[in-house]
């Protein structure tokens, strides 16, 4: 560690800061406006790399380099704003949640459609002309494109604050993003307007993407890894501020440099790692921010969307015709192992039951309770680590540790959950996503108690259930009263508070309910029932590694949730059955299952915008209330 290279450290953090902050500012805009949390935001920016390489190889490297940088990020606004007019002016009075996952869905196919134009091999592009060299800074070399970086991103801020707040057009954003409604009402073509500002958040993330053709070449995982920097930055800034993303890209960026620059330090007797930390710092800085100012650093509370789908209605117990089904699907279900035709539609099968519990955890909370998870893999992760290390580590029979992961997942949402349920909306699932990260990213790294990278293997259940068919069946023995008992909660007199919390705070308050307190405990029984999720799954496949609660595993979650219908019971059961049988069913048929995939999904939200077995309540209600108009 010395002075200078602190200082080159600190630059490199400048020009990364930079980069972020072209790719946040286009989401801060978006969600400012419209109020899409927008996942393919990321795919706009790994396409304007993808497009750039293309584009600078076509017109020269010389006097073409330039100009392909300004026509990728261009190309990539059209497309923002094609699919903005195609597909999200069609769902834009769906609850939200939906419009997010019609964007997750964006993200398989762009992904696919990179892979087939481009190919799986990462493409390294030239570097710019008159920026080759380097600068000699305190004695060390720093190249001259990152010092030109540093100065494109306050050219950036300044560009877009002009237009902000010099013109027209503005005006109707800055005021679209404080009452989209009354823009509307007061006569302007708010479509257009939400077009124009989409295609502007797409071409900053274009440009983003473009000019990191010479700093890193361009892949696949371009885009999943940018999406997760980039909702930091803008939780941390504060939604809709575009200084505040500045600010908060500089920050997590800087923090970053700082922990390169430290390398490993003895303190205390101890060996610590801080370039390990880089992994985990901007989620720390989330969850510090968040706790400490939920709106950001320079955000204010957004005020709630008038588009939130219809109320919904009261939970009704099951009738008759509903219990004689799903007792005729649990003898179904019973028969699975009997009616295979091979072991691997056992083992599929089991993978279906954990799915349906995983997903029905997450509703738990998401539907009934009106708090939206992004980082619920945490409990499926720690119950699977939980059972796993009890065996492993402390010895337990399988039996008992199958039990303890659980329990173990139950101690982390108490936690997570004291904390999560202060805030609410969009900060309470950032807060959720950090958490679930530093959770991942201790998981990750500590490779002397749970195996780090490698994960923990040689997980296997007792003796008699070693063959898949008994092992399938206690799977659903405890699925089965998982889903039982979590639906009989939602009809006890928590499930009642629970609800009435989630449809007005300050009434429920009135009558004398805890809704913080409630909230809380409706946290640890849908992490107790993940918990379990995870454990089975451990003893299912024998093995566990950290991407068990990564962000794929929670975004999975949230899928099947909002693909089956956020608003009926038997939606993230539906939901979790269909995504887990898609995406294997398409797998193992095409090399593109991705884009297979998500065009599956955009297909089913644009037919079923309540989710599938949502929408199946509506088509058999609408069904049934002509005839009951006749009889009357």
Not at 73 to 91: K, P, W
Not at 217 to 233: K, Q, R, S, Y
């Amino acid at each position: 560690m010395n002075f200078s290279g602190l200082i080159v450290q600190l630059l490199n953090g400048l020009a990364g800061a930079s980069s972020l902050f072209l790719v946040a500012a286009g989401l801060s805009l978006i969600f400012g406006v419209t109020r899409i949390v927008n996942f393919a935001h990321g795919s706009f920016f790994m396409l304007g790399t993808y497009l750039a390489y293309t584009l600078v190889g076509q017109l020269g490297t010389n006097l073409g380099f330039w100009p392909g940088l300004v026509l990728a990020a261009l190309a990539v606004g059209l497309l923002g704003a094609l699919i903005e007019f195609v597909l999200l002016r069609r769902i834009y009075k769906a609850p939200e949640l939906f419009q997010l996952l019609a964007t997750f869905a964006l993200v398989l196919v762009i992904k696919d459609a990179v892979l087939w134009l481009w190919g799986p091999d990462e493409l390294l592009g030239p570097r710019a002309p008159g920026l080759r060299g380097s600068v000699e800074i305190l004695g060390r070399q720093f190249p001259s494109y990152d010092l030109f970086l540093i100065v494109i991103g306050p050219l950036v801020l300044g560009a877009v604050w002009l237009l902000l707040t010099r013109t027209r057009f503005g005006t109707l954003v800055r005021a679209a993003a404080q009452d989209r409604e009354m823009v509307s009402a007061l006569g302007v073509n708010q479509a257009w307007l939400f077009t124009a500002v989409f295609a502007l958040g797409a071409m900053l993330a274009g440009l983003g993407g473009a000019l990191q053709l010479p700093r890193e070449p361009a892949h696949l995982e371009m885009d999943l890894n940018t999406i997760g920097a980039a909702f930091v930055v803008v939780v941390v800034g504060g939604m809709g501020s575009l200084p505040g993303a500045y600010l908060a890209a500089l920050l997590i960026s800087l923090i970053k440099a700082v922990c390169i620059w430290l390398g490993v330090v003895s303190l205390f007797g101890h060996t610590v790692n801080f370039s390990k930390a880089t992994l985990v710092v901007d989620f720390l800085v989330m969850a510090a921010v968040l706790i400490w100012r939920p709106w950001g650093l320079m955000g204010r509370p957004q005020a709630p969307s008038r588009h939130v789908g219809e109320p919904e209605a009261p939970l009704r117990r099951a009738s008759m015709g509903y219990k004689v089904a799903v007792g005729v699907l649990v003898v179904a279900l019973i028969a699975v192992p009997f009616l295979a035709r091979s072991s691997y539609t056992t083992v599929l099968a089991t993978d279906l039951l954990v799915a349906a519990l995983f997903a029905t955890s997450l509703h738990f909370i998401m539907g009934p309770g009106g708090m939206h998870s992004f980082g619920h893999a945490a409990y499926f992760g720690i119950g699977a680590y939980g059972a796993g290390l009890l065996m492993k580590a402390a010895g337990l029979p399988m039996e008992v540790a199958l039990i303890g992961g659980p329990l173990v997942a139950a101690i982390g949402a108490i936690a997570f959950g004291w904390f999560s349920v202060r805030l609410s909306g969009v900060y309470l699932a950032m807060l959720t996503l950090a958490l679930a990260q530093i959770a991942w990213a201790i998981t990750y790294q500590w490779d002397d108690f749970t195996g780090g990278s490698n994960g923990l293997t040689g997980i296997w259940p007792a003796e008699w259930l070693a063959g898949g068919r008994n092992y399938y069946w206690l799977a659903l023995a405890l699925v089965g009263l998982g889903v039982w008992w979590l639906r009989r909660v939602l009809f006890s007199p928590f499930g009642y508070a629970l609800r009435a919390g989630r449809d007005s705070v300050l009434r429920a308050d009135a009558i004398g309910i805890d809704v913080k307190r409630v909230q809380w405990v409706a946290f640890i029984v849908a992490g107790l029932m993940a918990g379990l999720a995870g454990s089975l799954f451990a003893f299912s496949k024998g093995s566990i590694s950290p991407e068990s609660m990564a962000v794929g595993k929670s975004i999975d979650g949230l899928v099947m949730v909002l693909l089956g219908g956020l608003h009926t019971l038997a939606g993230p059961v539906v939901g979790a059955v269909s995504f887990t049988w898609l995406q294997d069913a398409v797998a193992r048929n095409t090399d593109y299952w991705r884009a297979l995939l998500g065009g599956i999904i955009l297909l089913l939200v644009l037919i079923f915008p309540d989710g599938i077995a949502g929408g199946i309540h509506r088509l058999v209600r609408s069904w049934r209330q002509p005839k009951q108009e006749a009889s009357a």
